[in-house]
């Protein structure tokens, strides 16, 4: 394994990531190794411009993703302090972020979730709501 360091990647997908990466060479066919991968926009208002910041991949809680070599169009080493520190915050808050939430919702499952009336009854309310006045 190469020494880790922080890349922005085009993919063949038009997708351009930005992650902690190193190289693995796995046996004469490397691939890239991203350490929660982002996707950093830039955007400019008449405020200044901001940052925006959001997980390449939203559902996995996987920290680490593979990339095959074929997959991407190029990549270069970001040295830049600002966006290092941005990009390690935005991590960091994360990290707390998703374990905070799932301290807090221990929600215990029972029968009676999703219930609201049996077929019969809401097959008479819905009769009702939509009955002519004229017919009654």
């Known amino acids: 394994m190469g020494e880790e360091f ?3 990647i085009k993919l063949i997908t ?32 008449l405020h200044g411009s901001f940052i925006k910041i959001k997980p390449w991949m939203e559902i996995p809680n996987d920290d680490f993703f593979i990339i095959p070599m074929d997959k991407i169009v190029t990549m270069t080493e970001i040295k ?12 960091t808050d994360s990290e707390d972020e998703s374990e905070s939430i799932l301290d807090q919702h221990q929600t215990k499952i029972t029968n009676k979730m999703g219930y609201i009336s049996s077929v019969e009854d809401a097959r008479k309310k819905l009769e009702n709501l939509f009955k002519d006045p004229k017919e009654s």
């Open 6 to 8: 922080y890349s922005s």
């Open 14 to 45: 038009g997708e351009e990531i930005f992650s902690l990466i190193f190289i693995d060479e796995n046996d004469g066919n490397p691939v890239i190794v991203a350490q929660n991968p982002v996707i950093i926009k830039t955007i400019h208002n």
């Open 80 to 91: 830049n302090s600002s966006i290092i520190k941005v990009y390690e915050k935005y991590v």
